[in-house]
Nanobody
Framework: QVQLMESGGGSVQAGGSLRLSCTAP????????MGWFRQAPGKERDQVAR???????AYADSVMGRFTISKDNTKNTLYLQMNSLKPEDSAMYFC????????WGPGAWSYWGQGAQVTVSS
């Protein structure tokens, strides 16, 4: 069982920036591929970014060029740098991890954090 914990959420005006962090205890952090997801009230949980074991990344079209996912294995921490935030980015953001599948979409991930709220005002 992998326990993930997000931090760094908050409220910001449109055009601002936030950085989310996701930490996990233990010495196996480097073995996981990881992703960020978001879910707004009444909507489905969507993936916004993914980072694989080799460091390659992928992004949803809606955040491409504005969000950056990164992973520091020495600190057991996953990051999501969010720039040029828009009101439509407001949602609960979740990090997730998996050892093998790592497919795009919420169904492929074994471990989830509790979420961090991001609110962007216009």
């Amino acid at each position: 069982q992998v326990q993930l914990m997000e931090s760094g959420g908050g409220s910001v005006q449109a055009g601002g920036s936030l950085r989310l962090s996701c930490t996990a205890p233990g010495n196996t952090f480097s073995r996981y591929c990881m992703g960020w997801f978001r879910q707004a009230p009444g909507k489905e949980r969507d993936q916004v970014a993914r980072i694989l074991h080799d460091g390659s990344t992928a992004y949803a079209d809606s955040v491409m060029g504005r969000f950056t996912i990164s992973k520091d294995n020495t600190k057991n921490t996953l990051y999501l740098q969010m720039n040029s935030l828009k009101p439509e980015d407001s949602a609960m953001y979740f990090c997730a991890a998996d050892l093998s599948s790592c497919y795009w979409g919420p169904g492929a991930w074994s471990y989830w954090g509790q979420g961090a709220q991001v609110t962007v005002s216009s």
